[in-house]
């Protein structure tokens, strides 16, 4: 869940224990760049949806903390 790793929010499902500060970091700048509306609602989940569903304009880094994280259940990489 990535962006769901970028912004916390109060009882959203909790970032996966193998998502690491790098890996948050590297998404942060994107989730406040492309999906500033989930940002504000603190919506991890949303913010993680948003960013996958703009894969094509994730900056590298973030890309490639997606990519390490790997699909959550039922679902493909950006």
């Known amino acids: 869940?990535?962006?769901?790793?970028a912004v916390p929010a109060a009882g959203a499902p909790e970032v996966p224990?193998?998502?690491?500060?790098?890996?948050?970091?590297a998404c942060r700048d994107d989730a406040f760049r492309l999906c500033p509306g989930q940002v504000a609602l603190m919506r991890r989940e949303g913010v993680r949806r948003?960013?996958?569903?703009?894969?094509e304009k994730l900056s590298p880094a973030c890309r490639g903390a997606f990519r390490a994280l790997g699909p959550p259940r039922g679902e493909e990489r950006p």
């Open 17 to 25: 224990a193998h998502v690491t500060a790098e890996q948050r970091r």
């Open 1 to 5: 869940m990535i962006a769901a790793f």
């Open 50 to 55: 948003c960013l996958k569903a703009q894969a």
